[in-house]
């Protein structure tokens, strides 16, 4: 079965530190555009980052300077390391299967909640 | 605020057709993709590309573009098609950055 589970989601300061991880299964994530979607309470989605097969990485503006996406292929799983977290971070953050030729975001995971606040 | 601009409600009548659209200038250039989130649920893509609908995903559903807009239909809404829509496509920039709209509110009467 194909799927994302993610995990690693939490409650932090600001100005903290949180790695999510996004476990695959169905699928190799190296040979995939992997990307990270939140959604702030209430709100709707944001995209945040994507990781191309070949190890590109682009951000959004919001994120840049701050995140970091990765991936372990021996894990199979997809990274996002959140540093300088900000309350405006505090937000369901999913991983997304990336359809390369389509641009669309044909799997989700479940999401994982992250709160920034002291 | 969103590249993309996407009306925040729509109202649909059971078993009546509707058209959700999506507005920006890098639909002139890159197709949307169109998302169907339910409260509390990670959001499942329902149209992508120029009318591709992944499997599951009832032929109701299709998907057209014409200038810097692009639309989602339902025709025949059922109950079970309340829920928040999302488009998504590059930005503005034509860069690798990707983009949602501010999604819309579909109820079914």
């Known amino acids: 079965e194909v799927q994302l589970v993610e995990s690693g989601g939490g409650l932090v300061q600001p100005g903290g530190s949180l790695r999510l991880s996004c476990a695959a299964s169905g699928f190799t994530v190296s040979s995939n555009y992997m990307s990270w979607v939140r959604q702030a309470p209430g709100k709707g989605l944001e995209w945040v980052s994507v990781i191309y097969s070949g190890g590109s990485t682009y951000y959004a503006d919001s994120v840049k300077g701050r995140f970091t996406i990765s991936r372990d292929n021996s894990k199979n799983t997809l990274y996002l390391q959140m540093n300088s977290l900000r309350a405006e971070d505090t937000a369901v953050y999913y991983c997304a299967r990336d359809l390369m030729a389509h641009d669309a975001f044909d799997i989700w995971g479940q999401g994982t909640m992250v709160t920034v606040s002291s | 605020s969103s590249e993309l601009t996407q009306d925040p409600a729509v109202s649909v009548a059971l078993g009546q057709t509707v058209r959700i659209t999506c507005q920006g200038d890098s639909l002139r250039s890159y197709y949307a993709s169109w998302y169907q989130q339910k409260p509390g649920q990670a959001p499942v893509l329902v149209i992508y590309?120029?009318?591709n609908r992944p499997s599951g995903i009832p032929d109701r559903f299709s998907g057209s573009s014409s200038g810097n807009t692009a639309s989602l239909t339902i025709t025949g809404a059922q109950a079970e098609d309340e829920a928040d829509y999302y488009c998504n496509s590059r930005d503005s920039s034509g860069n690798h950055l990707r983009v949602f709209g501010g999604g819309t509110k579909l109820t079914v009467l």
């Open positions: 590309g120029k009318n």
